[in-house]
């Protein structure tokens, strides 16, 4: 069955610290996507990453890495020098490669996001 | 650049009272989602479109529940005699075909069952 833990309900840190969100999956799939996206507090998703089951190159984008482990089924997001304007709700989502070709997304709960100033 | 878009933002409705929402997918996008959301979870599938055919519906998507997408374009979302554990934020996505592409949100609506 397909899961997505995000053991991680709410973090807070100081502006500049760095802070990791944690992401571990479940699937019986070989073929599957792995996606963050952030929630800020007027509502609407945000893309900021997809990785396919195929690729465990870590990836860096400005601020924000990402580190892909199938050995641990994990896909954390590690974001460095916080600002205050990361704050927000975070969600790491599972897509499957399934006979039915939905792709649609199993999402974690959530980790709650405080970057103090 | 046009994103997802959503109408309306907001509904507050008697409970027993039908509901529709609309959503606009990006327009070179074939895939279409419908997501339910409440306060504290991540969003949850309820339905998928490939171009105007309903494709997939998740078993929270009850006899109360119809979506279609007509000329598979627009989408809405119709909720027959509301009840207030349909009190959510429904979200709709859009994506591109093919392979784990990944799918763009709207601004969702915000519904509440009184």
């Known amino acids: 069955a397909q899961k997505v833990t995000q053991a991680q309900t709410e973090i807070s840190v100081v502006e500049k610290e760095d802070v990791t969100l944690d992401c571990v999956y479940e699937t019986r799939d070989t073929t599957y996507y792995l996606f963050w996206y952030k929630q800020p507090p007027s509502g609407e998703l945000v893309f900021l990453i997809r990785?396919?089951?195929?690729?465990?190159q870590n990836e860096i984008s400005g601020r924000y890495s990402w580190n892909f482990q199938k050995s641990t089924s994990s896909f954390n997001f590690t974001i460095t020098a916080s600002q205050v304007v990361d704050s927000a709700v975070y969600f790491c989502a599972l897509s499957e490669d399934d006979t039915s070709g939905t792709y649609k997304y199993i999402f974690g709960t959530g980790t709650r996001l405080k970057v103090l100033a | 650049d046009t994103g997802v878009s959503q109408d309306p933002r907001h509904k507050i409705t008697k409970r027993g009272q039908n509901v529709t929402f609309r959503c606009d997918p990006i327009s070179e996008h074939n895939r279409l989602y419908w997501y339910r959301q409440t306060l504290g979870q991540g969003p949850e599938f309820l339905t998928y479109?490939?171009?105007?055919?309903?494709?997939?519906k998740s078993r929270l998507l009850s006899n109360r529940f119809s979506a279609e997408r007509p000329k598979g374009s627009f989408s809405t979302l119709e909720i027959q005699r509301t009840e207030q554990g349909d009190s959510a934020m429904y979200l709709c996505?859009?994506?591109?075909?093919?392979?784990?592409?990944?799918?763009?949100f709207g601004p969702g609506t915000r519904l509440t069952v009184l």
């Open positions: 990785r396919n089951s195929f690729d465990e």
């Open positions: 479109f490939q171009n105007e055919a309903q494709l997939e």
């Open positions: 996505a859009s994506s591109l075909s093919g392979q784990g592409y990944e799918q763009f």
